[in-house]
């Protein structure tokens, strides 16, 4: 059964800094991974997906990476925001889809 | 491109009613994931349909259902609910396959008394 965790539950930042999220998942026979961050009583915005042939996906301030064979992912989020403050959860697709429980993310100002 | 939506947005029940939720997915997309969110357990994989089949299911019981139509459209029902079935519903659509993005829409917040 696959199980998906995240690393650090919260983070607490300046505005600026450079900052990296970790994902961890069990078994390594996923089609791909995905990230997403969550607002406060909202649904969830895809950030980046990436095949699990591929070993990074970059878009913006934000780079993400896989690890298969070790079972790992991180997202790297540049120069960090306020407007970055949300949780931010990792999901892994093999059989199902499987979520990890998210790190909370504050960017202070 | 209108994103994926479900209704209602909002849904107050009581302990044994049943209740039908609705998703509507992005045009073209074909596939439709139903997922259970909640502070306690997380984000919780429901049931995954593509073509109007069911193509996988997560560990709920039977109370909870689903089906896709000729459209795409999807519903969930929960049947005889229960006061542990308060959660954040949310749906997600995607092209299909088991390579393509994952898109959600902005949930319906289910509370049962």
């Known amino acids: 059964k696959q199980e998906v965790t995240q690393i650090p539950a919260a983070l607490s930042v300046p505005e600026g800094e450079n900052l990296v999220l970790n994902c961890s998942f069990t078994?390594?026979?996923?089609?791909?991974l995905q990230w997403f961050r969550q607002d406060p009583g909202k649904g969830l915005t895809s950030l980046l997906l990436i095949q699990s042939s591929q070993r990074e996906q970059t878009s913006g301030r934000l780079n993400a990476s896989l690890d298969k064979s070790s079972g790992r992912s991180t997202l790297y989020i540049a120069a960090s925001q306020p407007g970055d403050s949300a949780t931010y959860l990792c999901a892994v697709r093999g059989q199902n889809f499987v979520f990890g429980p998210g790190t909370r993310l504050s960017v202070l100002p | 491109k209108a994103g994926v939506t479900q209704t209602p947005r909002y849904l107050i029940k009581t302990r044994g009613q049943q209740v039908t939720l609705s998703c509507s997915p992005i045009?073209?997309?074909?596939?439709v994931s139903w997922y259970q969110q909640t502070p306690g357990q997380g984000l919780q994989f429901l049931f995954e349909?593509?073509?109007?089949?069911?193509?996988n299911k997560g560990n709920f019981p039977g109370r909870f259902s689903g089906r896709q139509f000729s459209n795409s459209r999807s519903e969930m029902n929960v049947s005889t609910l229960e006061l542990g079935d308060s959660a954040l519903y949310l749906c997600?659509?995607?092209?299909?396959?088991?390579?393509?993005?994952?898109?959600f829409g902005p949930g319906t917040r289910l509370t049962v008394t």
């Open positions: 078994d390594s026979a996923i089609y791909n």
């Open positions: 997600a659509s995607s092209l299909g396959g088991d390579q393509y993005e994952q898109y």
């Open positions: 045009s073209g997309h074909r596939s």
């Open positions: 349909y593509f073509s109007e089949t069911q193509r």
